[in-house]
C-alpha cells in the first residue's frame, strides 16, 4: 500500500485534479501532502506508476478511470476521496490482486490467504440487502449497453437493510461501479455503509415514499427525459441551484423540494449545476427492480431512442 499502491495514486489524482484546473496548494490540501510532494508529482512522468499500478492487477484504462473518481470525490469532500481510495484498496485485497507482489516481496508468504477471506465481501447481517445488489449489479456488468447511461461520477445501487435510519445501514458498493474497458465493473463487493451520498438521498425519498427500498443513479441528459416520458415514468425535478460552500447540493435541493407539497414521482432528475454533473436517481422496492429500468433505458438510449 505504502511503497506500490499509494505514491502511484497520488501522482495520477495529481494530474488530473492539476488538467482540471486545480492550484498546486489546493491539490496538496486535497490530498494532505505538501506542496513540495504535489510539485514532485506534476513534474514527474507518469510511466512508473502505471508500471507500480500493473504489478498490483491495474491497467492503465483502469488507473485512469480510478483517478478519475477519486479526484471528483476529493474535490468534494477529502473524506470521500478516502472512501473511495480504500474501497479500491480493499477491493484488490479482496480479490487477490495483490498477493503475487506481495508473495514476490515476501516468499513465506507463498500459502497465505488473509486479505482474501478479510476483505472478499463479508456481510453479516445486511446479507440480504447484499445478495440483491450483488445480482443486480452482475446484471449491469453483462451489459454491452449500459454503459452508455453511465455519468462521468459513475454508479451506485443502494439498498436498505430493515428499517434503515442510517446511510451505515444501506448496502451499497464501496467505491462506486466504473466504467472499465467499454463494461461497468464494482470496484468491490457490496457491504453496508459503502455509499454516503446516495443512501442519503434514499433515505430522504423514504421519508416521503416508504416502500422505496432500494436507488441507483445514472446520466440525466434530455435523451434520456424523453425517454423517461415515453415510459410514462413521473420525474421528480431538481432545477439548478447555487452550489458554492454547499457539501452536497442535491441531497439540500431535494430535501428542499419534499418539503413541499408535490405529486407522486417514480425516479428523481437532477439538472446538476456548478461542478455538479446532472445524474437521474432510479427508485425502486429492490435493487433488482432499479436496475431492469436502468436496463430499460440504456436499451433505448442505444437504440438512438429518445
Known amino acids: 500500500m505504502v511503497k506500490d499502491f499509494l505514491p502511484s495514486v497520488r501522482l495520477v489524482v495529481s494530474k488530473n ?9 489546493k491539490i496538496a490540501s486535497m490530498l494532505g501532502v505538501t506542496q513540495a510532494s504535489v510539485s514532485f508529482y506534476l513534474g514527474s512522468g507518469t510511466a512508473k506508476a502505471y508500471a507500480s499500478l500493473g504489478s498490483l492487477g491495474i491497467e492503465q484504462e483502469e488507473a485512469d478511470r480510478y483517478s478519475s473518481l477519486i479526484a471528483e470525490d ?19 485485497l479482496g480479490r487477490g490482486a495483490v498477493c503475487p507482489r506481495h508473495r514476490e516481496m515476501y516468499p513465506s508468504l507463498a500459502e497465505c490467504d488473509v486479505c482474501i477471506r478479510q476483505y472478499g465481501g463479508s456481510v453479516g447481517g445486511s446479507a440480504g440487502a447484499a445478495e440483491d445488489v450483488a445480482r443486480a449489479v452482475a446484471t449491469l ?27 451505515s445501514e444501506v448496502v451499497a458498493i ?44 445514472i446520466k440525466y441528459d434530455q435523451r434520456v427525459a424523453r425517454i423517461l416520458k415515453g415510459l410514462r415514468l413521473k420525474v421528480l425535478e431538481l432545477s439548478e441551484y447555487p452550489t458554492k460552500g454547499v457539501p452536497d447540493p442535491t441531497l439540500r435541493a431535494l ?13 428523481v432528475a437532477d439538472r446538476g449545476g456548478e461542478g455538479v454533473e446532472p445524474n437521474l436517481y432510479l427508485l425502486g422496492k429492490n435493487a433488482q427492480d432499479v436496475t431492469g429500468v436502468a436496463l430499460r433505458i440504456s436499451s433505448l438510449y442505444s437504440a438512438g431512442k429518445g
Do not use: Y
Not at 454508479?155 to 428499517?163: F, L, T
Open 17 to 25: 485534479l492539476r488538467t482540471k484546473g486545480v492550484s498546486q496548494s
Open 74 to 92: 476529493v474535490k468534494r469532500n477529502p473524506v470521500d476521496g478516502v472512501q473511495t481510495l480504500m474501497a479500491l484498496w480493499t477491493g484488490m
Open 141 to 167: 456488468e453483462a451489459s454491452d449497453q449500459f454503459t452508455k447511461v453511465m455519468p462521468e461520477v459513475s454508479v451506485n445501487v443502494a439498498c436498505v437493510v430493515g428499517e434503515a435510519k442510517s446511510p
Open 174 to 217: 464501496p467505491g462506486r461501479i466504473s466504467r472499465v474497458k467499454g463494461r461497468a465493473k464494482a470496484l468491490a463487493a457490496p457491504e453496508a455503509g459503502a455509499s454516503t451520498h446516495l443512501s442519503r438521498v434514499l433515505l430522504l425519498v423514504r421519508e416521503r415514499k416508504p416502500a422505496v427500498r432500494a436507488c441507483m443513479n
Open 255 to 267: 430535501r428542499t423540494k419534499l418539503a413541499r407539497t408535490i405529486p407522486s414521482f417514480d425516479v
